[in-house]
């Protein structure tokens, strides 16, 4: 998962991150950088799950179709 940097980090390769990089961790090593308070949290996150958020655009309707659908019940009849 990709975190910001709140502080300079080697990591295990030896490669030194600056504060702000964006880099791609496991979860083992983001709690520990998590835990030294070295992963900056989004403003308003009280959570350290990293989540995705899709969204789907709403469904356009057609008005000329509003009604029942094909599974509706027969309209009631009058029976004589």
Same mark, same amino acid.
């Given at each position: 998962?990709?975190?910001?940097?709140?502080?300079?980090?080697?990591?295990?390769?030896?490669?030194?991150?600056?504060?702000?990089? =964006?880099?791609?961790?496991?979860?083992? $090593?983001?709690a520990?950088?998590?835990?030294k !308070?070295?992963?900056?949290? #989004? %403003?308003?996150?009280?959570?350290?799950?990293?989540?995705?958020? =899709?969204?789907?655009?709403?469904?356009? $309707?057609?008005?000329?179709?509003?009604?029942? !659908?094909p599974?509706?019940? #027969? %309209?009631?009849?009058?029976?004589?």
């Amino acid at each position: 998962m990709h975190v910001r940097l709140s502080a300079s980090w080697t990591d295990p390769r030896g490669t030194v991150w600056a504060v702000g990089d =964006t880099v791609d961790v496991d979860a083992v $090593t983001l709690a520990e950088l998590e835990e030294k !308070g070295m992963v900056e949290q #989004p %403003a308003g996150s009280g959570s350290t799950e990293t989540t995705t958020t =899709t969204t789907t655009p709403p469904k356009k $309707t057609d008005p000329s179709k509003i009604g029942p !659908g094909p599974s509706a019940p #027969p %309209a009631d009849t009058e029976s004589d």
